[in-house]
Each structure stands twice: as C-alpha cells, then as structure tokens.
C-alpha cells in the first residue's frame, strides 16, 4: 500500500470531522464517550441513539441511491476512495478483498446519506461470496449487526451544516513534547476541577474466576502474576493452562452471559438480526458446555488469548485500585456509569474528579510528558478538564486525540501554539 501523503491525511480528517458534524451532531461528548464512538462510530445506531434503517432494508435503501459520486471511507485506516457507480457487490468485493475496509463508510459527497458495512454485519466471508454471486436472496441474508443507512432531510442537514460552520471546538492529534508542563499548567489554572476514567473490564467474571483458579493450582504466585513481565508471564500460563478444560469452559460461561445480556439489548430494540444472532451463539456455547459435562468435547482448545487478556486486566485492575487508594483523599466525586454491556446493572467506566490543589497538580507533572501517556493497562485513562461543569479539554488516550473548545480566540490560538497537529471541526472540504 501506498504511503499517504501530507495532503491525503489532512483530507481525510477533514472529511472525517464533517462526515461526523453532519451524522452524528447531536451525539454529546458523554454519549461518546459511554458508547465508546471512537472506537465504532456505528455504536451510534446499534445504542439506540440516532435513528436508522437496518438490515436488508439498509441495503434496499442504498440500492436506490445514486452511487455516481460516493465516497468510501475507512474511519481505522484513514483510507479515503471516491467511486462512481458503486453496487452493493462491489461494495462487498471492497470489504472481502481488502482488509483495509474492514468497515466501510460509504457517503454521498453533498452528506444526505450514509451507509455503513461494519465488520460485525455477515457472519463470514462464504455468505458474502453466496451474495456476490446472487446464489442467496437479499431478504434471506443472516446479517447481524448491520449495515446500516441514515438519511437527512433538509431541515436536519441545514441545520448540521450551521453546527458544523459555527461551532469553535477543534481537534488536537499531537502537542509538542517540550511543551507538555506548559500544557497542564495552563489547564489547571484555567480549569474548575479534571477527570481520569477507568474503563472497566467487560470480561470480569471470568477475569475473577481464572485468576482464583491459577492461584488455587499453586503452580504461579500472586507475586509473579503482579510483578513479572507480561509476555513472560503468558509464555509460564501457556505451557501449564493453554489446553485446559476447566479455563475453557469459565470462558465459555464469560461469552454465554455476554450473548445472553445481548439477547436483552436487542430484544428491546427489536433488532431481528441481533437476536437471531445472539439465539445462534447462545444455543452453540450450550451445547459445547453439555458436551463438556458429558466428557466428549474433542476439540483442540487453545486458551492462550484469553490467558492474556485475562493477566493484564488483573494487572490492571491492582494497579488502579493501588492508585485509587493513594489518592483517594485528593478525589472530591466518583460517577459510574451503566449498561454499555447491555446489562443495565454492570458498571463499564468509572469516572474519578480530582480536586484542584498542589498534590494534584504534582500528579499530573510528576511522571509523564505526553497527555496520551494517561492510558490503559499502565494508568486511568482520558484526562480531561472541565469548566462550569462542561468538557473545554476532553482527551481520549487511545485515539490520541483531544477535543478543545476554547472561551476564546486567545486560548485557542495558545493552545494551537502548544501542538504540532490540530483540525478544525469548521474545516472545508478539499
């Protein structure tokens, strides 16, 4: 693949922001955040959020489009592809045959409509080649999450266009790295109090119960667990736990309730193919888990991903809860927030207020020199500081990006001056 040039990039964060502006306008920076928007811009649909058509009929609605003058983007790669005449098929060939579009966003270039084919939306590659090759009907299509198709009409687009024009924030992808004690001082002192979030882990339950059972078979130390090299560690768990039936079957039991809270979530929104979805796999980890109580499960297991995973949230989770208690009397408000996992009951962030003073500042000062530095599995996560009780200096680690929206002309020419690379949401199209 061709490097991009300079040029290309700053169109595609261009195109990016606008394509953001006109969609997803009314989404807040707290949606984003609780949806994790950053990280699949679709959340938007698939919570519930904004409004859109799905499925089979997604795809009704983009075939009567006209694809004369499109573009298709990869949001993850920063690909950008104008096309003329683009078909649903080639759409899928784009999809299959290039792993750069592993979710393509395909949108007209006057914005009125979007579709998007996410890597989640057919079960696997042989259906897609069963559509290619007209050998399925579009209504007998097993999609699950997706595609999906969002149209504006006039008032809303007009209306996205005036947000886009005149809203003042933009985006810092990069600050100098001289300038980072500058940076903070200038927040702080501007600021009425900031934030650092924990994003909590999704895989809890079988975090919790893998990690008691390795403790219980006295083969690794707690120690060891906490202190040794990740990568190290993984290679010590593989040989003694990577074809284990028991840690196989606590992860089953993790993915069982996981579809199982999916079911939930799609049920609610009656989304036909989320729950067929969800009824498939529920139904399969059963019967695995039956044929495992009976003893004739036969298949190779491999649990070494998950051993992984399952280390370094634990790691995770001691060194926060050792940082917490360090600083507990520095934080002055706690926010938990619910249901990301579409189980209402299951806190998925924690959001910790730190106090304005010198002990946190310190903090802040002592031990980094990049704000992106604020990132999972070595620290909370997002610094982000507030003003009235709003975001002016919102920061998402692993995007690095950071959202500003200045009080004024000055700040933000300041902090212009502190970055290397900036975008601004009222950018033109080139």
């Not at 096309?83 to 999809?95: D, P």
């Not at 969002?150 to 003042?168: H, V």
């Not at 399952?310 to 940082?323: A, L, M």
């Amino acid at each position: 693949m061709n490097e991009k040039s300079e040029n290309e990039e700053i169109n595609f964060k261009v195109l990016k922001n606008k394509y953001i502006q006109t969609f997803f306008n009314d989404l807040t920076e707290g949606d984003k955040k609780r949806i994790y928007f950053n990280d699949y811009i679709w959340h938007a649909f698939t919570y519930g959020i904004i409004p859109c058509t799905e499925g089979y009929d997604a795809v009704k609605e983009f075939e009567k489009r006209n694809q004369n003058d499109v573009y298709v983007i990869s949001m993850y790669s920063g690909i950008v592809e104008e096309r003329k005449n683009l078909t649903y098929e080639e759409l899928l060939r784009m999809r299959y045959m290039n792993s750069t579009y592993n979710d393509c966003f395909v949108v007209d270039k006057n914005f009125r409509w979007t579709f998007i084919f996410t890597h989640e939306t057919l079960p696997d590659e042989d259906i897609a080649k069963q559509i290619m090759q007209n050998k399925i009907e579009g209504n007998e299509v097993p999609y699950y999450i997706g595609p999906f198709f969002k149209s504006l009409d006039n008032d809303f687009i007009e209306k996205a266009i005036d947000n886009t024009l005149n809203n003042e924030k933009f985006i810092v992808n990069k600050f100098r790295p001289d300038k980072y004690n500058e940076l903070i001082e200038y927040c702080f002192k501007n600021s009425d109090y900031f934030s650092l979030t924990k994003y909590n882990d999704q895989y809890y339950i079988s975090t919790e119960n893998i990690i008691r059972y390795i403790l219980d078979d006295k083969k690794i130390t707690n120690d060891e667990i906490l202190n040794d090299n990740i990568d190290e560690l993984s290679r010590k768990l593989d040989k003694l736990y990577k074809e284990n039936i028991t840690i196989y079957k606590i992860k089953l039991l993790q993915q069982l309730h996981i579809f199982e809270s999916n079911l939930k979530y799609y049920n609610k929104f009656k989304s036909r193919n989320g729950i067929n979805y969800s009824e498939k796999n529920i139904k399969k980890i059963k019967d695995v888990l039956v044929l495992i109580q009976n003893g004739e499960f036969k298949e190779t297991i491999d649990n070494s991903n998950w051993l992984f995973y399952t280390i370094r949230n634990y790691k995770y989770n001691k060194i926060i809860s050792k940082f917490i208690e360090k600083t507990k009397n520095l934080i002055y408000s706690i926010e938990e927030k619910k249901g990301l996992w579409n189980d209402e009951n299951e806190v998925y962030i924690t959001i910790y207020k730190f106090k304005k003073c010198d002990e946190t500042k310190k903090l802040l000062l002592q031990d980094f020199d990049n704000i992106y530095c604020w990132a999972f599995p070595d620290t909370l996560e997002d610094l982000c500081f507030y003003r009235n009780d709003e975001f002016w200096f919102s920061s998402i680690s692993h995007e690095q990006e950071c959202y500003i929206k200045p009080k004024d002309e000055i700040e933000e020419e300041y902090i212009k001056s502190l970055a290397i690379d900036t975008t601004d949401n009222d950018s033109d199209m080139q």
